[in-house]
C-alpha cells in the first residue's frame, strides 16, 4: 500500500536528491556498459575477422554516445547537487537542531531511521517523531512559498 497524506509535499521535496542522485548513478552505469561494449568491439575487430566500414561505423557510434553520456552525467551531477544545496539552505531554516540532524541524515546519507536513532542515542521512535516534525516544518515552508 502506498504512503500517501500527512506531509506528501515535504517528502516529495526532500526526496529530490535520492532522484537525482540515481538518475547519475542510473547514466554511470550506463557509461560503463558503452566502454565495456567498445572495448570487446575494438577486440573483435582487432582479432582480425572482421573489418570495413560497417564496423568502423559502429565503434564510432559507440564513442560518439560515450561522449554524449558523459556529458549528460556531468549535467545530472550538476543537477543533483543544485538541488542538495536547496534542500540543505531549506532544512537549515528548521527551528530544532536535532530534527535537521535526522532529516539530513535521512534524505542527505540516505540512512535508515534505525540507523539515525543509533547514532544519535534516541529510540526509533523518538527519531521517527523528529522525522515527522522536521518535515512538518518543511510543509509549511513549502506552503509559504
Known amino acids: 500500500m502506498k504512503r500517501t497524506g500527512r506531509y506528501r509535499k515535504a ?10 542522485d540515481n538518475r547519475a548513478e542510473k547514466l554511470e552505469m550506463r557509461l560503463e556498459n558503452l566502454r565495456v561494449l567498445a572495448t570487446d568491439t575494438a577486440n573483435y575487430l ?11 561505423d559502429r565503434i564510432g557510434r559507440i564513442t560518439a554516445e560515450i561522449a554524449d553520456t558523459e556529458r549528460q552525467i556531468t549535467a545530472a551531477k550538476e ?7 536547496e534542500v540543505r539552505e531549506t ?9 535537521q540532524k535526522v532529516i539530513m541524515m535521512h534524505y542527505l546519507e540516505y540512512r ?5 536513532a543509533e547514532e544519535i542515542c534516541y529510540s526509533r521512535t523518538q527519531t521517527f517523531r523528529l522525522l515527522e516534525t522536521g518535515r512538518e516544518e518543511i510543509e509549511r515552508m513549502l506552503a509559504n512559498e
Open 11 to 20: 517528502r516529495e521535496y526532500l526526496e529530490r536528491v535520492q532522484k537525482a
Open 79 to 85: 543537477e543533483a547537487e543544485r538541488i542538495r544545496h
Open 46 to 56: 582487432n582479432g582480425g575477422t572482421a573489418g570495413g566500414k560497417a564496423d568502423g
Open 91 to 99: 532544512v537549515s531554516q528548521i527551528r530544532e537542531p536535532m530534527c
Open 112 to 116: 535508515t531511521l534505525q540507523e539515525i
